[in-house]
């Protein structure tokens, strides 16, 4: 495939050095675009453990690392009701309810909502959440059911999760790349897209102290991204994602190098933004700033977890904006993001087939393009 670089020089000359925001917008497609994202931008999210259960145990949760899993569960709903109508009050819009595996407190899953109409949720799918919980469900796959049954000791867990989410707008299929599923993600895809099931792609990013086989190495990064390409190219209708997304994700440098995480764990003294706003509580509804992130306990070094970048790509508009290949670039980003996380939000069409480097460095170096 074509960098952008060279796509830009063949057909457009010589760039100005400096480009304007107006140079941006000059193109209708991507001036809509950016219309179209623009609207979601009072998006403020926080994250919360629900339970400190789960129906089945991976190899390689960052939820059973630290100390979050010891909190004492708060299952009053009342008490999430009240804790929600708070967050709304200090300027949350959206909520990410995580766990462990949420599916095990509908009746508080159903309270949250009732407050706070916004939101997602991270469930294993092995339990079906009830059709009045109206928000974005994200069911993570491993593998195939060969591979589930190996790492997370679960039985013909695909089967059960179609069954559960197919038909079902509320559902996205995110497929987690570790270094041991790569060659089944195009059989796994493909059966989800004869399901009618929409997927999306994260990549394995290692809990702290994790160094068993599913940690990426640069060549599992690199085979990872030329499958995401495929799948995308292959299921235009049934795959959330960008080219885009697949270079950010599959860098050798993690997200932090590349585009500076901006969650209080990694900028404790940060007030701006995530930083002032992020907050991620534990199951007995206490949090603590200095260790709040989306991916608690997940090494900062290895994080490429497509929660974490659809905050910290999304942040960098700035840094996109200075180039209209970039720019493109990230529209497809903030696309592909609001399709994965917001309900009733329609992926469009990627703007930007090419690869194009992260600002300021190459497509898979440590230096600068
Ligand atoms: S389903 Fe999620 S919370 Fe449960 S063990 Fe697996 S990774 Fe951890
Ligand atoms: S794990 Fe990822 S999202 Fe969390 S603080 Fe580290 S770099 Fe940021």
């Not at 059989?187 to 994260?202: D, I, P, R, Y």
């Given at each position: 495939?074509?960098?952008?670089?060279e796509?830009?020089?063949?057909?457009d000359?010589n760039?100005?050095?400096?480009?304007?925001?107006?140079?941006?917008l000059?193109?209708?497609?991507?001036?809509?675009?950016?219309?179209?994202v623009?609207?979601?931008?009072?998006?403020?999210?926080?994250t919360?453990?629900?339970?400190?259960?789960?129906?089945?145990?991976?190899?390689?949760?960052?939820?059973y690392?630290?100390?979050?899993?010891?909190?004492?569960?708060?299952?009053?709903?009342?008490?999430?009701r009240?804790?929600m109508?708070?967050?709304?009050?200090r300027?949350?819009?959206y909520?990410?309810l995580a766990?462990?595996e949420?599916?095990l407190?509908?009746?508080?899953?159903?309270?949250c909502?009732?407050?706070?109409?916004?939101?997602s949720?991270?469930?294993n799918?092995?339990?079906?959440?009830?059709?009045?919980?109206?928000?974005k469900?994200?069911?993570?796959?491993?593998?195939?059911?060969?591979?589930?049954?190996?790492?997370?000791?679960a039985?013909?867990?695909?089967i059960r999760?179609?069954?559960?989410?197919?038909q079902?707008?509320?559902?996205?299929?995110?497929?987690?790349?570790?270094?041991d599923n790569?060659?089944e993600?195009?059989?796994?895809?493909?059966?989800?897209?004869?399901q009618?099931?929409k997927?999306t792609f994260?990549?394995?990013?290692?809990?702290?102290?994790?160094?068993?086989?599913?940690?990426h190495d640069?060549?599992?990064l690199?085979?990872?991204?030329?499958?995401?390409?495929?799948l995308?190219?292959s299921?235009?209708?049934?795959?959330?994602?960008?080219?885009?997304?697949?270079?950010?994700?599959?860098?050798?440098l993690?997200?932090?190098?590349?585009?500076g995480c901006?969650?209080?764990?990694m900028?404790?003294s940060t007030?701006?933004?995530l930083?002032?706003?992020?907050?991620?509580y534990?199951a007995?509804?206490?949090?603590?700033?200095?260790?709040?992130c989306?991916?608690?306990?997940?090494?900062?070094?290895?994080?490429r977890?497509y929660?974490?970048?659809?905050?910290?790509v999304?942040?960098?508009?700035f840094?996109?904006?200075?180039?209209?290949?970039t720019?493109?670039?990230?529209?497809?980003?903030?696309?592909?993001?609001l399709?994965?996380?917001?309900?009733?939000?329609?992926?469009?069409?990627?703007?930007?087939?090419?690869l194009?480097a992260?600002?300021?460095?190459?497509?898979d170096?440590?230096?600068?393009?």
């Amino acid at each position: 495939m074509k960098t952008a670089q060279e796509s830009f020089s063949a057909s457009d000359g010589n760039p100005p050095k400096k480009w304007k925001f107006s140079d941006m917008l000059a193109n209708r497609a991507v001036r809509e675009r950016w219309e179209k994202v623009r609207q979601y931008f009072f998006l403020r999210e926080s994250t919360y453990d629900m339970t400190n259960r789960c129906n089945i145990r991976c190899d390689g949760c960052y939820y059973y690392e630290g100390d979050k899993q010891y909190a004492r569960e708060n299952q009053d709903p009342e008490a999430w009701r009240q804790l929600m109508r708070a967050e709304k009050a200090r300027g949350i819009t959206y909520v990410v309810l995580a766990g462990a595996e949420p599916s095990l407190v509908p009746e508080l899953l159903l309270a949250c909502h009732e407050e706070m109409p916004l939101g997602s949720i991270a469930s294993n799918g092995f339990k079906r959440i009830p059709a009045s919980v109206g928000y974005k469900i994200h069911v993570s796959v491993w593998g195939n059911d060969d591979t589930s049954l190996r790492i997370r000791r679960a039985k013909h867990l695909l089967i059960r999760q179609i069954e559960n989410y197919q038909q079902d707008s509320r559902a996205v299929f995110v497929y987690t790349f570790t270094r041991d599923n790569i060659d089944e993600a195009c059989g796994v895809v493909e059966t989800l897209a004869a399901q009618g099931c929409k997927s999306t792609f994260n990549v394995f990013s290692a809990p702290v102290g994790y160094h068993g086989s599913l940690r990426h190495d640069g060549e599992s990064l690199l085979r990872t991204r030329e499958v995401m390409l495929t799948l995308l190219s292959s299921f235009p209708e049934h795959v959330l994602f960008s080219p885009y997304n697949a270079v950010a994700h599959t860098h050798p440098l993690g997200l932090h190098a590349l585009y500076g995480c901006s969650y209080p764990r990694m900028n404790p003294s940060t007030d701006l933004g995530l930083g002032r706003s992020f907050r991620q509580y534990h199951a007995d509804l206490n949090w603590d700033r200095h260790i709040a992130c989306c991916v608690p306990d997940t090494d900062c070094e290895d994080c490429r977890h497509y929660a974490a970048g659809s905050a910290v790509v999304t942040a960098r508009l700035f840094r996109h904006a200075a180039h209209p290949d970039t720019f493109r670039a990230w529209l497809d980003y903030m696309d592909t993001y609001l399709a994965v996380w917001v309900m009733g939000y329609e992926k469009n069409d990627n703007l930007c087939p090419e690869l194009v480097a992260p600002p300021g460095f190459s497509l898979d170096h440590n230096g600068t393009t």
